[in-house]
């Protein structure tokens, strides 16, 4: 199974800011559309950063309250790694694990395609196990 799999059932719908949103705007999206992470993308499209989760937290610990006044490219994480359609669920899933991300940009050709979760890849792994499972039960019978 692949990314373009995942991306074929979810669609390549990405939630992005500007550089210039404000942290609590980012913070509202987060929580209005119950997603972990948006993109920063610039005047072309481009992936430029992410803001996660864990991004909000460490500045809120940094600069407490007033962190809701920051833009997101005073938060966002700047060296995004992402994926090409054609990498394989386990390779993602290598890089999602080596890193401790669990969002990750789908770009080809400079082109941004979606965005996957580490939610999308469990789903999709396990859709694939039970694909096999019911695989080997028809074999099994047919035996």
Known sequence: ??????????GGLV????PETSVAEVAQQLSTRRIGSVLV????????GIVSERDLVRALASHGAQALT?????????EVVTCDS????????????????RH??????????GLVSIGDVVKARLEEARHETE?????IVAG
Request: charged residues 25%; proline residues 2%; hydrophobic residues 40%.
């Open 15 to 18: 939630h992005s800011v500007t």
């Open 104 to 113: 990750l940009p789908v770009v080809r050709h400079g082109e941004l395609l």
């Open 135 to 139: 695989a080997l039960k028809a074999y």
């Open 41 to 48: 993308l610039d005047d072309e499209s481009s992936v430029v």
């Open 86 to 101: 054609d990498d394989s669920i386990d390779t993602i899933m290598e890089t999602m694990t080596r890193g401790r991300f």
């Open 70 to 78: 920051l833009q997101a490219r005073q938060v966002m994480t700047r």
């Open 1 to 10: 199974m692949f990314v373009s799999d995942i991306l074929t059932q979810k």
